[in-house]
Each structure stands twice: as structure tokens, then as C-alpha cells.
């Protein structure tokens, strides 16, 4: 049986707690990605991806196990193989990222999003709220089957409306004819980033008052 927490202890990282610099890691790995709280790898000549959280995160390994221990019976989410204090063991998913989708024009269709609004009913059918749901962490299969990963904030208390926000813009946008299918990374990037920033707006603004 492999021992993940000892690959885990080969993982260097250097700088600041909350965004260190990943220093050296074992062969034996692939660095696949690099999130606001983790780096992931995929474990070469598996079919599993090792997650480790950056060392000012390590508490939401704990709580992103739970989550995908709830969500255990559904085919949308990864299995998860092992977790200990600072990382995860989860199925590695080939694919790609409706981002990714977005960047190569590789056409996004109703069945995806219909895949896609079934997991997350089941997820609000187990307790959870499913909540930061982006271009990224979804993903199309080579099968055409949907997958989605990062349920971390699943748990969160605050209504999160950014699926309902993407689905909108598919509907309204994405499935009218004229709509360019391939987009460059620097677009969606900027698209991302206005996104946030008027999210952020409307949170902070204070109610209008009336005058007297």
C-alpha cells in the first residue's frame, strides 16, 4: 500500500504560509495545478491526484474530506482514497475544464449543464451548499460525462450564486449563434476579474438611504 504521508513529507514549499513557492517534490509526481490553497499532483502510473494545502490552509484538508465522504454515493464527484493533516487522495479526473472549453472551442452542451444541475441537486440533497462553482473546477470527461471537484466550500453559510450566474450567461449568451465559442485566456481572465469585482461591489455597498 502506498504511503502518502510520506510522499506528502518530500513536498518542499518556501516563502509565505499562505502562498509559499513550491521548492522540490518527488519524481514520482506531476504537479497538475496550483489553487489559492493547494498545490495538486497526480501520482504518476496511478489514477490519483495527491492535494496539499499551503501551510496557512491546512485546516480545509479536514473539512474537504468530510465533504467528499458526504458526497461518496454520487459518480459526479471524485472518490477520496486517503487524507491526513495537510493533503488528500482523490481519483484523478482526465478532461477538460469548461475554461478550458472556453479556451480550445470545445463545445459545451445542454447535457453538460443539465449533468451538471444533478450534482448539484444531490449535493443540496445531502446538507451541503454547493457554493464556488467556476469555469474550473468542472469538468468534461473524454466520455462527454461531467465531473466536478473542490467542494471545499460546500459547507459555507453564505448564498453563493456564481453557478446560477454561469448558467445565466449559457443560456442568455453562450448558446446564441453569434457568441464566439473559442475564447483567448486574456479574455476570460478580464471577464473573471469584472465578475469579481462588481460581486465584491455589491457585497460591500452599503442600502440606499432614504432622504429626508
Known sequence: MTDF??????????????????????????LIGTGRSAFAFRILESSLVIKVFFPA????????????????????????????????????????????????????????????????????????????????NILITPTGDIRLIDPARFRQQKQCTQWKDLHIAYEKLYKKKIFPKKIPSILLELIAYLYKKRKSFTVQAPPNKAIR
Open 57 to 136: 490552509f491546512q485546516h480545509i484538508a479536514a473539512e474537504e474530506a468530510a465533504i467528499y465522504q458526504t458526497l461518496a454515493a454520487s459518480h459526479y464527484f471524485p472518490d477520496l482514497h486517503d487524507a491526513g493533516q495537510n493533503y488528500l487522495v482523490i481519483d484523478y479526473i482526465p478532461g477538460y475544464t469548461l475554461y478550458d472549453c472556453l479556451r480550445k472551442g470545445i463545445p459545451i452542451q445542454d447535457h453538460h449543464i443539465v449533468e451538471i444541475e444533478h450534482a448539484l441537486r444531490f449535493a443540496a440533497a445531502q446538507g451541503l451548499n454547493p457554493s464556488d462553482i467556476h469555469l474550473r
Open 5 to 30: 504521508k510520506q510522499i506528502v513529507e518530500q513536498i518542499q514549499m518556501t516563502g509565505p504560509d499562505s502562498m509559499p513557492n513550491l521548492k522540490a517534490y518527488p519524481t514520482a509526481l506531476e
